[in-house]
């Protein structure tokens, strides 16, 4: 089933979304920190986003800090991943996840239809999660891991 967004969502104004600069690690890890999310070894965090097939960050263009993540592996036949999902506490952060999932799930139907979409993502994501049309723990399977 592909994705067809209800609305455009609009970020708040000072806020961008970036596809071009890939934050550092060090960034990612105080982000999924914030979200109460593991973090992981730098290295192997960087290589990670580096070899993503694409990510999306939300930063604010005063001070260029990161407020939210996601990057996408794919097969791009069959499945596609999103990984780290992530956006900063506060008043903003369900309007930063549904943002993300947006932006990612347009890219994803137009360059890789037909995939099969599977997420990593904290807990304060899954209201954003629901209303972007997935369903949260289906059949009671509850945790597929990968160490990085």
Same mark, same amino acid.
């Given at each position: 089933? @592909?994705?067809?967004?209800?609305? &455009?969502?609009?970020?708040? !104004?000072?806020?961008?979304?970036?596809?071009?600069?890939?934050?550092?690690?060090?960034?990612?890890?105080?982000?999924?920190?914030?979200?109460?999310?593991?973090?992981?070894?730098?290295?192997?965090?960087?290589?990670?986003? @580096?070899?993503?097939?694409? /990510? /999306?960050?939300?930063?604010?263009?005063?001070?260029? &800090?990161?407020?939210?993540?996601? &990057?996408?592996?794919? +097969?791009? !036949?069959?499945?596609?991943?999103?990984?780290?999902?992530?956006?900063?506490?506060?008043?903003?952060?369900?309007? /930063?996840? #549904?943002?993300?999932?947006?932006?990612?799930? %347009?890219?994803?139907?137009? %360059? =890789?239809?037909?995939?099969?979409?599977?997420? @990593?993502?904290?807990? #304060?994501?899954?209201?954003?999660? %629901? %209303?972007?049309?997935?369903?949260? +723990?289906?059949?009671?399977? &509850?945790? =597929?891991?990968?160490?990085?």
């Amino acid at each position: 089933m @592909q994705y067809f967004s209800k609305k &455009r969502l609009v970020l708040p !104004g000072g806020y961008f979304i970036n596809t071009s600069k890939i934050p550092s690690a060090k960034e990612v890890n105080r982000l999924l920190a914030n979200c109460g999310c593991d973090t992981f070894p730098i290295k192997p965090l960087s290589e990670a986003i @580096q070899k993503s097939n694409f /990510f /999306f960050s939300i930063q604010n263009k005063l001070n260029n &800090r990161l407020y939210g993540f996601v &990057r996408v592996t794919s +097969d791009k !036949g069959l499945n596609a991943n999103l990984w780290n999902l992530s956006a900063a506490t506060g008043n903003n952060q369900g309007l /930063f996840y #549904s943002i993300l999932l947006q932006v990612t799930l %347009e890219k994803i139907n137009r %360059e =890789m239809p037909g995939c099969s979409i599977s997420v @990593q993502a904290p807990t #304060s994501s899954f209201k954003s999660l %629901e %209303e972007s049309g997935f369903i949260l +723990d289906p059949n009671g399977i &509850r945790v =597929m891991g990968y160490k990085l």
